[in-house]
């Protein structure tokens, strides 16, 4: 089994920064695609960014140029670091990551449980 643990979340003030981490851990052989999405009251859920294993990104348009994506693959570990933050990026923020299980074969994708982030003075 797999479990992805995220952490960093919390209340900040506009103009302000935070930065979230997602662990991955189990039985993994290697993790492709990794990211993050986010979900606010009353609203759909929105790919936040995305990187794969070899590095490219993308993002949001709400959100490029504040928000960077990165990730560390020897820990599993993929980061959102949210600078100029705006009361509008207040929603819960879930990670995800594609698992590979064997070297061959297709992956999983799980997710974590989320984290609240809000912004507001």
């Known amino acids: 089994q797999v479990q992805l643990v995220e952490s960093g979340g919390g209340l900040v003030q506009p103009g302000g920064s935070l930065r979230l981490s997602c662990t991955a851990s189990g039985s993994i052989f290697s993790i492709n695609a990794m990211g993050w999405y986010r979900q606010a009251p009353g609203k759909q859920r929105e790919l936040v960014a995305h990187i794969t294993s070899g590095g490219s990104t993308n993002y949001a348009d709400s959100v490029k140029g504040r928000f960077t994506i990165s990730r560390d693959n020897a820990k599993n570990t993929v980061y959102l670091q949210m600078n100029s933050l705006k009361p509008e990026d207040t929603a819960v923020y879930s990670c995800?990551?594609?698992?590979?299980?064997?070297?061959?074969?297709?992956?999983?994708?799980?997710w974590g449980q989320g984290t609240q982030v809000t912004v507001s003075s």
């Open positions: 995800y990551a594609g698992v590979m299980f064997y070297s061959w074969g297709r992956s999983y994708d799980f």
